[in-house]
Structures are given as C-alpha cells and as structure tokens.
C-alpha cells in the first residue's frame, strides 16, 4: 500500500518533485544497481551487501548476507570491509538517502561501492527472500 501511495504522490503531485528536487542530493554521480542484477551478483558471491539501517529494522528484515552497519556507524567500521569486493549499500528505498550517503562515504575512501535502487519495502514487494532475527511469536 505504501508503494502505491508514493507511487501516486510522485505522478500527481508536482510538490512531491519539488522537495525530492531540493532535498535529495544528485544521485548521477553515485552508480546504483536493481535488484535483478544484486541477484545475479549474490549467485556470484562477488559482492558484499551493506544495510545501513539503524540495527532494529536490520534485525526485523534484511537482504540475506547483508552486513549490518548503520549510517552513523559506517564511518567508524570501514575497517571491517574488504576493499576486494563490490560493496551495494541499501536501505529503506526511493527516499532515504543512507545509501547515497554510504556510497559517498566508501568511494571517497577508495571503495568500490554502488546503491541498490529499491529499498527493502520494495525487495519484499518483488517477492525477494528476506531473513530475519527477529524471534517469531506462535
């Protein structure tokens, strides 16, 4: 339902546009990749994948074999990734801008990094495998 309302928002409302205009940056600069092409890599093995969501939204739903470092821990654990792979960072989808931020941040530390497009509401929708670490209740 929240794709279809933002769905909606960005064909009739012109204000959508405006302040997608003015508050998100020029993504042109930072490569992204869709979701039929993270899969193929994740069947490669050849890339690691980064949620940068805060830890509660990782641990209720992610991308399996996403790494779980949060925006505003990324800077601080470079260290933990490897500069051998790929990194594709996500997060919430059209609208959140951890993952630009991310990509900024790797490839200015020499990282080759891109941005999944969709977000994780939006995996979920295409009907893509989710993991959870969440304790499911009976």
């Known amino acids: 339902m929240w794709q279809a309302l933002r769905n909606l928002g960005d064909l009739q409302l012109v204000e959508v546009s405006r302040l997608v ?80 931020e991310a990509v900024t941040l790797l490839q200015k530390q020499g990282y080759r990094a891109r941005r999944l497009v969709e977000g994780l509401p939006d995996w979920k929708a295409l009907d893509l495998p989710v993991e959870s670490l969440m304790e499911k209740s009976e």
Do not use: T, W
């Not at 993504?27 to 992204?32: E, V, Y």
């Not at 990782?58 to 790494?67: D, L, M, T, V």
């Open 21 to 100: 205009q003015s508050f998100l940056q020029d993504r042109g600069p930072l490569q992204s990749i869709n979701a039929a092409e993270l899969l193929q890599h994740m069947e490669a093995g050849d890339v690691v994948i980064l949620d940068v969501r805060p830890d509660l939204e990782y641990q209720s739903g992610h991308i399996p074999k996403a790494r779980s470092i949060p925006i505003d821990e990324l800077e601080s654990r470079l260290g933990e990734l490897s500069r051998r792979q790929e990194i594709i960072a996500y997060c919430r989808g059209p609208y959140c801008v951890f993952a630009d």
